[in-house]
């Protein structure tokens, strides 16, 4: 089992940045990647972004590529998401997730076994 803590979420203006953290412990020993999801109300779990456990690899969905960023620190278990120019339709509540060795795609949210509590972020306009 790994367990996931996500934080730094909260209420921002249009335009501006949060970092999103997620500290993993457990089990972590037999991931893959870790991504970052979010799901909006009435909506579809969205790919954010994610990093390949050694952090050699990411990748990034189109609607937030050159705006958020995701990295790691292997030393803590952690992986983080720099979020700028926030847009008030990015309110969700945003997940990190880990994926295991087995499944192959790191941007499809079934191919996650692991999902954090979720942490809320608005962005008014």
């Known amino acids: 089992q790994v367990q996931l803590v996500e934080s730094g979420g909260g209420l921002v203006q249009a335009g501006g940045s949060l970092r999103l953290s997620c500290a993993a412990s457990?089990?972590?020993?037999?991931?893959?990647?870790m991504g970052w999801f979010r799901q909006a109300p009435g909506k579809e779990r969205e790919f954010l972004a994610a990093?390949?456990?050694?952090?050699?690899?990411?990748y990034y969905a189109d609607s937030v590529k050159g705006r958020f960023a995701i990295s790691r620190d292997n030393t803590k278990n952690m992986v983080y998401l720099q979020m700028n120019s926030l847009k008030p339709e990015e309110t969700a509540v945003y997940y990190c997730?880990?994926?295991?060795?087995?499944?192959?795609?790191?941007?499809?949210?079934?191919?996650?076994?692991?999902w954090g509590q979720g942490t809320q972020v608005t962005v008014s306009s």
């Open positions: 997730a880990v994926k295991p060795r087995y499944g192959s795609s790191r941007v499809a949210a079934e191919s996650y076994a692991y």
């Open positions: 457990g089990r972590t020993f037999s991931a893959d990647a």
């Open positions: 990093i390949s456990w050694s952090g050699d690899n990411r």
